[in-house]
């Protein structure tokens, strides 16, 4: 089993910034990819940005291009959110989750961490 633990989210100002962090423990391996994704209310969960473990390979959604960064630190066993000129859209519930690097389904998520953008 592996844990996930997302943290740093809260309230700011549109065009503001947050740092979201994933604090991974358990089973971890380096061969897992490690996404963020995103559930605001009324609307179904979305990804966001992912990351190869070992790789350091990212990809990110058209939405987050240019104003996200995901990055991971090997030796904290952590993965990072770096979120910049954020608007009222990017308001929701942003979760850390896992997968092995063969499959697309995310098999390990985080509680969530409340991210809100005022105007």
């Known amino acids: 089993q592996v844990q996930l633990v997302e943290s740093g989210g809260g309230l700011v100002q549109a065009g503001g910034s947050l740092r979201l962090s994933c604090a991974a423990s358990?089973?971890?391996?380096?061969?897992?990819?490690m996404g963020w994704f995103r559930q605001a209310p009324g609307k179904e969960r979305e990804f966001v940005a992912r990351?190869?473990?070992?790789?350091?390979?990212?990809y990110y959604a058209d939405s987050v291009k240019g104003r996200f960064t995901i990055s991971r630190d090997a030796g904290k066993n952590t993965v990072y959110l770096q979120m910049n000129s954020l608007e009222p859209v990017d308001t929701a519930v942003y979760y850390c989750?896992?997968?092995?690097?063969?499959?697309?389904?995310?098999?390990?998520w985080g509680q969530g961490t409340q991210v809100t953008v005022s105007s």
């Open positions: 989750a896992a997968r092995g690097s063969t499959t697309s389904q995310y098999d390990y």
């Open positions: 990351i190869g473990w070992s790789t350091g390979y990212t």
């Open positions: 358990g089973r971890t391996s380096s061969s897992y990819v």
